[in-house]
T-cell receptor
């Protein structure tokens, strides 16, 4: 069975500093995709970044980057130069292949607070 | 390019009533997914639909819940005889192509259902 684990219920970071949000996963699928989403207090779910299991390089999108360590089954999100608007819930999710490629499996999320 | 639209954003029902949640996918997207988020939890997959077809309903409760995506019009998630445990945020997502580990699902703002 597929599983996503986010061990940090809450994190604090000082504005303009970098922060790493942890995500570990478990799957037996040979091919899979890992996603990060942001959920601000307004409630919508915003796609941030994607990493494929066969991608040679770590994904980057602006201030977001993914520290992908396949052997350790971890896909940590790094946010550089934190901004006040980064305060939100962050969810890690994955999709496998075959019959698992239609649904996202989600972690419980990490609440990030950016302090001025 | 409009994003995924969901309405209503907030819905209050009394126990035993019916709830109808609507989702219009992004333009050009013909694949729709419904997820449920209980308070302080991650999202849980409910159902995946293409136009006029239910592809995967493995996450749908066996009773009272149904979903459709007609040829014309939005996708509808219908909950009959609601109970307090149905109170949750219901998210709809869409993608241009179904399946595939790399296929990103884009989410609507969600419908917050409160059952009194």
């Amino acid at each position: 069975a597929q599983k996503i684990t986010q061990t940090q219920p809450g994190m604090f970071v000082q504005e303009k500093e970098a922060v790493t949000l942890d995500c570990t996963y478990d799957t037996s699928d040979p091919s899979y995709g890992l996603f990060w989403y942001k959920q601000p207090s307004s409630g919508e779910m915003i796609f941030l970044i994607y990493q494929g299991s066969y991608d040679q390089q770590n994904a980057t999108e602006g201030r977001y980057s993914l520290n992908f360590q396949k052997a350790r089954k971890s896909a940590n999100l790094v946010i550089s130069a934190s901004q006040l608007g980064d305060s939100a819930m962050y969810f890690c999710a994955m999709k496998g292949d075959g019959g698992n490629n239609r649904k996202l499996i989600w972690g419980l999320g990490t609440s990030l607070a950016v302090n001025p | 390019n409009a994003g995924v639209m969901q309405n209503p954003r907030h819905l209050v029902r009394r126990r035993g009533q019916e709830a109808r949640l609507r989702c219009s996918p992004m333009k050009g997207h013909s694949h729709v997914y419904w997820y449920r988020q209980l308070p302080e939890e991650g999202l849980k997959f409910m159902v995946y639909l293409q136009k006029e077809n239910i592809i995967d309903e493995s996450g749908m409760p066996k009773e009272r819940f149904s979903a459709e995506f007609p040829k014309e019009g939005p996708s509808i998630l219908r909950i009959q005889q609601v109970v307090r445990g149905d109170s949750a945020a219901y998210f709809c997502a869409s993608s241009p192509v179904g399946g595939g580990v790399q296929e990103t699902q884009y989410f609507g703002p969600g419908t917050r259902l409160l059952v009194l």
